[in-house]
């Protein structure tokens, strides 16, 4: 039941823009997406409801497509800070506390 | 400030030795869970609570246990540790509504590093 995420890992020179996707094997309820930097706790970035709207700030957004059961996380004119760990984590219905993160994605940023 | 807090941050333990990590939080959150991250599987859940008395099992619970007594403590009981459960453990909260994905943010503890020889 874990989400996948792809790719495992991605290197970029600043500025440049990167997608890191996120499927579900089964049908989802919600999407969320975190942060992690080194040797640090995961930071939210945006969570994303089944039916609801493509979210987003600044130079990071998020679309899901409930058909598909995938999320896609779009990081535009990539910044040194965006460096980091992104883990996508699923929920499958609105009455359950089990939130299941993908085994992550490290982003790279050189300058 | 809002936060979670996490004791200890490092443990190193021997197999078989009870302990205890201990998680806190401020924030007057319903829901609490625990995760655990090894390198290449990224954040498995062991235990949530969505409210006090009320908890439940995540995706890796073996070998661990949980109790909620009062809104604000979590902790986490290893009550005979072995070596495959050397990891690096989370604390998070919540608010909750008909589920975790309404609020959506979790707030993370800072982590405690847990190593069973």
């Known amino acids: 039941q874990q989400p996948v995420q792809s790719p495992q890992a991605v290197i970029l020179r600043e500025g440049e823009d990167a997608v890191i996707n996120c499927s579900s094997s089964k049908a989802l309820y919600s999407v969320h997406w975190y942060r992690q930097k080194h040797g640090e706790a995961p930071v939210f970035l945006m969570i994303l409801l089944k039916g609801g709207e493509q979210k987003g700030h600044e130079k990071i957004s998020a679309s899901f497509n409930e058909k598909k059961q995938q999320s896609s996380l779009y990081l535009t004119a990539s910044q040194l800070s965006y460096s980091g760990t992104y883990f996508c984590?699923?929920?499958?219905?609105?009455?359950?506390?089990?939130?299941?993160f993908g085994q992550g994605t490290t982003l790279q940023v050189k300058p | 400030e809002a936060q979670v807090t996490q004791n200890p941050r490092y443990l190193i333990t021997v197999t078989g030795k009870k302990l205890t990590v201990t998680c806190s939080q401020n924030m007057n959150h319903e829901y609490m869970s625990w995760y655990r991250q090894d390198p290449g599987l990224g954040l498995r859940q062991i235990y949530y609570s969505m409210n006090v008395e009320v908890t439940d099992k995540g995706d890796v619970p073996e070998g661990y246990k949980v109790s909620r007594k009062e809104k604000r403590n979590f902790p986490l009981i290893l009550e005979s540790p072995s070596p495959n459960q050397t990891s690096l453990y989370f604390c998070?909260?919540?608010?909750?509504?008909?589920?975790?994905?309404?609020?959506?943010?979790?707030?993370f503890g800072e982590g405690s590093r847990l190593t069973v020889l």
């Open positions: 998070a909260s919540s608010l909750w509504d008909r589920g975790v994905s309404v609020t959506g943010e979790l707030f």
């Open positions: 984590g699923t929920v499958f219905s609105s009455n359950t506390g089990k939130l299941i």
